[in-house]
């Protein structure tokens, strides 16, 4: 057991490097749009949140994004945030900064949780168990100082390593155990309908869409996969050379998601999660091509024999995360029967999540996929009647061939999350504050003949053919989201 939970430090190094990379290139992301997402005269006012608060991520009031909705502000919390991602990659005060990128993740994700990914939940989830491990003990500035804490072993344990190496467990089982739906563990079509739903395709999805019975394949490789995953990280026989392996194949597996699907920094986040679980084995193998004499072992270091890994002393209570662990097996499993976008009800482990960070739920496309391409647009009204797209004045989203890929040099591409977010927690506060923002935006910028007197969220959904069979007359279900009418006290 000691074996199966134990980590090297110089992939803990690794593993802090990796997240730091992500964190830092994020908040970068995220400070293009800084005045729309995160301000009060943006997409999400403050008062917003306050009255109607999101059923997931994290309670607002933990954020100091919170204190101020003023643009000086939120960039003085990014450019804090960006000082201490860069001692994180660094490694520089690692505990402390490790410590303060979390919460400041935290604070900004409570500030605007409608655009919030898979690639956000792990990266604070993963920033939390790291508090509890030394992850500046390699490839750090702090090693290299003359008070650096010595190890006796490269390969240590302790209940932080066992909550890292489970909560990337957790991740893909519980991303695999609700795809119950015909489409995953019957006919195994689900790729082939989450491809065609248009929202998150990539050119090389379109280009499989040609080839059902590959994505056939590929359907029961990822749900086989999936539920795989912490049996294989697990398993007590060959450990060290298995890894190797499934680090090898879960990095093409999410390398594969990126190229078929816009997942935002999902795939590069999962890849930078694997590399805490590369074996001494990896790092043996390295200096034997690489001879350096910092990627080595410590018996090579100081000529010691090394007996298994070192167990460290957890940090505070020994009690408290075996305690978080069970907490979230147990959230994980509360998901699944009260999903947060089907459900306002929130219970004490709702509220705990969102005080820790903790809060999770994996299971998308479970348990069954969308059978309908999918398009999500902001539009307003003139007052002759004619529509036009707020992100994209110059393009008709219900003439455009459904097939239409969002460029990355378009505003909207940046945006489209938090559409998103509206389409699948329909929340009328947060759309009608957004659609609010982008009528007074409109109005501000055209001229008068131009001006816009409505404007709504529109859904339009067109039925998929089933794999090898042509519908000559789709079903085309076009749907209101959220209609905004300003009034004279707006």
């Not at 066992?162 to 695999?176: P, R």
């Not at 869409?209 to 398993?235: G, R």
């Not at 309908?372 to 539009?379: C, H, N, Q, S, V």
Request: with cysteine; proline share 6%.
């Amino acid at each position: 057991m000691s074996e199966l939970f134990a980590l090297d430090l110089r992939s803990l190094g690794l593993f802090r490097i990796g997240i730091a990379l992500i964190l830092l290139y994020d908040l970068l992301l995220r400070s293009f749009e800084l005045s729309f997402f995160y301000t009060d005269l943006g997409a999400t006012p403050r008062e917003v949140l306050w009255h109607s608060p999101f059923p997931m991520g994290i309670v607002w009031w933990i954020s100091p994004h919170m204190l101020s909705g003023s643009f000086a502000w939120q960039a003085f919390l990014f450019i804090l945030s960006a000082l201490f991602g860069v001692a994180l990659l660094l490694g520089y005060r690692t505990s402390w900064a490790v410590a303060i990128s979390w919460f400041l993740l935290m604070g900004s994700q409570a500030r605007q949780p409608m655009i919030l990914q898979g690639n956000d939940v792990l990266l604070r989830c993963a920033l939390f168990w790291s508090i509890f491990v030394p992850l500046g003990a390699r490839f750090s500035l702090d090693s290299l100082a003359k008070t650096a804490t010595t190890y006796h072993s490269n390969r240590i344990l302790s209940w932080g390593t066992a909550a890292i190496i489970l909560q990337l467990s957790l991740v893909y089982f519980n991303a695999g155990i609700p795809k119950v739906s015909y489409e995953w563990r019957g006919d195994f079509n689900a790729l082939y309908y989450v491809l065609n739903m248009d929202y998150f395709t990539n050119p090389f999805g379109y280009w499989l869409l040609q080839y059902p019975a590959i994505l056939v394949l590929l359907t029961k490789a990822t749900l086989l996969l999936e539920v795989s995953v912490p049996f294989l990280l697990l398993m007590p026989l060959g450990n060290a050379y298995l890894r190797l392996i499934l680090f090898a194949i879960m990095v093409g597996f999410h390398l594969g998601i990126y190229l078929c699907m816009d997942v935002g920094l999902f795939s590069f986040m999962c890849i930078a999660y694997w590399l805490v679980v590369l074996p001494s084995l990896f790092w043996d193998k390295l200096t034997a091509v690489i001879p350096w004499k910092f990627l080595g072992s410590i018996t090579e270091v100081t000529g010691t024999k090394i007996n298994g890994p070192e167990v460290l002393a957890t940090p505070g209570p020994r009690w408290l995360i075996p305690c978080l662990l069970i907490f979230v097996m147990v959230m994980n499993y509360q998901r699944y029967l009260n999903p947060p976008m089907v459900s306002d009800e929130a219970t004490v482990i709702d509220t705990v999540g969102r005080i820790t960070g903790l809060d999770q739920y994996w299971a998308m496309f479970s348990p069954g996929v969308l059978k309908d391409g999918l398009k999500i647009w902001a539009e307003g009204t003139k007052a002759d009647g004619s529509k036009v797209n707020l992100f994209n004045p110059n393009q008709d989203n219900r003439q455009s061939d459904r097939r239409m890929i969002w460029g990355k040099e378009d505003s909207y591409a940046r945006k489209r999350f938090l559409i998103w977010g509206l389409y699948e927690f329909p929340r009328d506060p947060f759309s009608r504050a957004f659609l609010k923002m982008m009528l007074e935006e409109w109005n501000q910028t055209h001229k008068a003949e131009d001006q816009i007197i409505s404007a709504q969220i529109v859904s339009l959904k067109t039925q998929t053919s089933p794999p090898y069979q042509t519908i000559e007359s789709p079903t085309i279900n076009e749907k209101t989201l959220m209609h905004y009418i300003p009034q004279p006290k707006d």
